[in-house]
């Protein structure tokens, strides 16, 4: 088949479109296309990647021209199956049903609560803005061909509006699992990686450092604004911060391989307590114990594999406590990473999910 995917907010190196959905279609012998807006065009690991190039200025221009100029750029491939990524390009989606094409939704998240904690938006306005996107979001996704979600919680809300809902979970790839490095090899170093944000819990867990002498933390990922990168390079530890910003794979591995524990206490919206957060996966699978929110849903996940600590993730106390009781047991820590790696490699994986994938476009 000849498949398209498309984005107009994510890069064109991004985990689940191209190192998962569009690698992964591709070699399964499917001709695919990547179309992002202001990239380099070319064709790698099987994937033909092209570019639309905009001029934006703020965030509604960004959305407005970067979107219609995705679709557009999406439009000249003619292919058989697309396959969109952002809520903002579902305006397009019925333009490409009524041109018979086949067009597939992914929603990575459940965005009408991940409205409610968005900073941008005034928290006055933020219940109706859900409320009207969701409306939105419904009637278009219910006409589409299929819809793809990220986690079984999002499934269930879509599937009842689109029978034809799979959830395909954005497990780590069994390709880039690595050999663990050794407890005793490694500084007494943490890790966070991914986006820097309040509701992320980044202010508790630079706190936490406060109760916690000698270690570290390799921090990766962007900060949501100036202002919160600002107001935490002000806290009283950001000495014993490593700041690398945003990395490509390699380098995310590299961090992995030499922090002792992943963290991953995002703080208790509606959106992050029924989320997979990837991190929380990849810290698993290189074999590194998680210390990670005690949401329900987490805390069935880390205590059934025995693959770490949950935390109130409000208390930076409690969390200094789980990071100092996993540093002062390494036996114990480095059986709870061994856990974690095995879990991946028999449940937790990509090479399970592409199938789901896989069999979806064979029915559409």
């Known amino acids: 088949m000849k498949v398209c995917h498309f984005t107009s907010v994510h890069k064109t190196d991004d985990i689940r479109i191209f190192h998962k959905e569009c690698k992964s279609l591709a070699e399964a012998g499917h001709e ?158 943490i890790c966070y990686v991914g986006g820097i944000s309040e509701v992320r819990g980044i202010n508790q867990l630079m706190d936490a450092l406060v109760f916690v002498p000698d270690i570290r933390l390799n921090l990766a990922g962007n900060f949501s604004t100036e202002a919160l990168e600002v107001q935490v390079k ?19 591995l590299s961090i992995f391989h030499r922090s002792k524990i992943g963290m991953v206490t995002l703080l208790p919206t509606p959106n992050h307590m029924e989320s997979l957060p990837i991190k929380m996966f990849e810290y698993m699978s290189a074999g590194i114990p998680v210390i990670c929110s005690d949401f329900p849903l987490w805390k069935e996940i880390v205590g059934s594999n025995e693959c770490g600590i949950c935390v109130d993730p409000n208390n930076p106390e409690e969390v200094a406590k789980a990071i100092q009781y996993l540093m002062n047991n390494p036996a114990q820590a480095n059986e709870m990473g061994k856990k974690g790696r095995l879990a991946i490699m028999g449940k937790y994986n990509w090479d399970i999910e592409k199938n789901k994938l896989f069999d979806l476009y064979k029915r559409i």
């Open 32 to 189: 695919v296309y990547l179309v992002a807006a202001n990239t380099e065009e070319k064709i790698q690991d099987g994937v033909r990647i092209l570019s639309t190039n905009v001029e934006f200025s703020g965030r509604l221009s960004r959305m407005n021209k970067t979107s219609k100029g995705v679709y557009r750029k999406a439009l000249e491939v003619q292919a058989d199956i697309y396959h969109f990524h952002d809520p903002e390009l579902l305006r397009f989606a019925l333009r490409l049903k009524r041109k018979g094409k086949k067009v597939i939704y992914d929603a990575h998240e459940d965005v009408p609560r991940q409205i409610m904690a968005k900073y941008w938006i005034p928290k006055l306005f933020r219940k109706m803005v859900s409320v009207c996107f969701e409306l939105y979001e419904n009637f278009v996704a219910k006409r589409l061909h299929a819809v793809v979600v990220s986690t079984p919680h999002i499934r269930e809300r879509f599937i009842k509006i689109n029978p034809n809902t799979i959830d395909v979970c954005n497990y780590p790839l069994i390709s880039e699992l690595m050999e663990p490095s050794k407890w005793d090899d490694k500084n007494n170093e």
């Open 234 to 252: 002000e806290k009283e530890k950001w000495n014993r911060v490593d700041f690398y910003g945003y990395v490509g794979r390699n380098e995310l």
